[in-house]
């Protein structure tokens, strides 16, 4: 996992909101004041808190600018074992064997088409909510240490990102279910990081929340999950440029075939989830219920050029990994059912994932796998302190000026170009290009 992007530590990595927004803050203002300070629309304690104290340590002298992207890297590649530690170390019938378990951590760590989640701390979110979802599928810890670990990431995971308060009524489905104090354990501490979330820092954000059409919904599950899955990222590309060029042309059943395909493969597995009673109902339906209300409403940026960034998978890639990961492992706990003609397939389909996921291993797009000299664009700060640093992807700039620049609390809906990109008028506006020319 470390090594899928080598680039990443010969040339030092920030990825794009981690320098351009978190750590530019921090740096511009003060860490103390960054540590709570919500931005898209919700509180990312992960993001905050490291950048909070990396700046810090920058400033105290215990590490150089120069160093500071390995930091994040490495503990981005820290959140990113947390669900095979969860995977190796929990219990479930699905789990009994050894080579089950190895299985289930090559699905994790050779997802196809989500470079984006890896090697930041921005998307610690991703890992944590990917986490969350596993353990739902898993049995309740007994020990103290399984649960210290799980409770730990309940509580954390909510307060890094929404994606993880997604799960919180298929927890509470479960603890009803199986009237296990456990489970009901479980709803509470994932209730409590959902509520200081929603309570104390969720505030609408204009880069999302605009409801994507459901043809075009059904259309970009097909090719960003069953696609991407089962033919890998390349031919994902290409199937969602064929369904772009025929929306362009004003060809009408396209999206519809691509959307009726989606709602039969997911009807299949949920169906197919439903026939025994283990780890597959709650890896299917969180999978589902994640991928529906993130690319239908919370994708930051779908809003600007929808079809666009519905059907192609390396936009905003993030959003892929935890269906993709989480259905994958359903597709596991399908091959170790007693049923013969059912578990065939399902093991067909497991490897067909890894040995597509293992050819597209280092194919990754370029502005997440190379990008700029981290070393040589602080060579350029320290000669003059008011160059903006080029951050990856696509050669975004912080600002390490040192000037508090008052960010508005109100903006037009397609942000201000004007704004420094730490202030979220200044990010939104990125989404919408052509209305930042205009402006």
């Not at 978190?22 to 300070?37: E, K, Q, T």
């Not at 998307?123 to 990917?130: D, E, G, M, R, W």
């Not at 291993?361 to 302190?385: C, H």
């Amino acid at each position: 996992m470390a090594l899928r992007l080598p680039g990443t530590w010969e040339y030092g990595r920030f990825l794009d909101e981690e320098v351009t927004v978190f750590f530019a803050y921090a740096w511009n203002f003060d860490p103390s004041s960054a540590l709570f300070r919500p931005f898209a629309g919700y509180w990312n304690l992960a993001a905050n808190g490291i950048t909070a104290v990396l700046v810090s340590a920058v400033k105290a002298g215990l590490i150089s600018l120069e160093n500071a992207p390995y930091v994040t890297m490495l503990l981005g590649l820290a959140s990113q074992l947390l669900p095979i530690a969860l995977l190796l170390t929990g219990e479930a019938n699905w789990l009994r064997k050894r080579s089950v378990r190895f299985v289930a951590c090559l699905l994790v760590a050779l997802a196809p088409g989500v470079d984006e989640v890896y090697l930041n701390v921005v998307h610690i979110q991703f890992h944590l909510a990917l986490c969350v979802g596993i353990i739902l599928a898993l049995d309740a810890p007994t020990s103290r240490a399984g649960k210290l670990l799980s409770g730990t990431i309940l509580l954390t995971a909510p307060l890094c990102g929404p994606g993880a308060i997604l799960f919180l009524p298929l927890f509470g489905l479960r603890a009803l279910l199986e009237r296990d104090r456990a489970r009901f354990v479980q709803v509470g501490i994932l209730a409590a990081g959902t509520a200081i979330q929603l309570l104390i820092f969720y505030t609408p954000s204009a880069a999302r929340g605009v409801p994507m059409a459901p043809v075009l919904l059904g259309a970009a599950l097909f090719v960003r999950i069953v696609v991407l899955a089962v033919l890998g990222p390349l031919m994902a590309v290409v199937v969602g440029n064929l369904g772009q060029q025929a929306e362009m042309a004003g060809n009408p059943w396209i999206l519809p075939l691509f959307a009726g395909a989606a709602v039969a493969a997911f009807a299949a597995l949920a169906w197919w989830s439903l026939k025994r009673r283990d780890g597959a109902v709650w890896l299917v339906g969180s999978a589902l219920l994640v991928a529906i209300i993130s690319f239908g409403l919370g994708a930051a940026g779908q809003s600007s050029l929808p079809h666009r960034f519905a059907l192609t998978p390396y936009n905003g890639p993030r959003y892929n990994y935890i269906p993709l990961v989480l259905l994958a492992l359903a597709m596991l706990v399908f091959s170790t059912r007693p049923d013969g003609r059912g578990r065939k397939i399902a093991r067909g389909l497991v490897i067909v994932y890894l040995v597509m996921a293992g050819l597209s291993f280092r194919i990754a797009l370029p502005e997440y796998a190379n990008g700029v000299s981290w070393r040589g664009e602080v060579a350029a700060w320290r000669a003059d302190p008011d160059y903006k640093l080029r951050a990856w992807p696509r050669q975004v700039t912080a600002d390490l000026s040192g000037r508090r620049y008052p960010c508005p609390g109100r903006f037009p809906a397609h942000g201000n170009p004007a704004d420094p990109r730490y202030c979220e008028s200044g990010w939104v506006s990125a989404f919408y290009p052509n209305e930042a020319r205009q402006r």
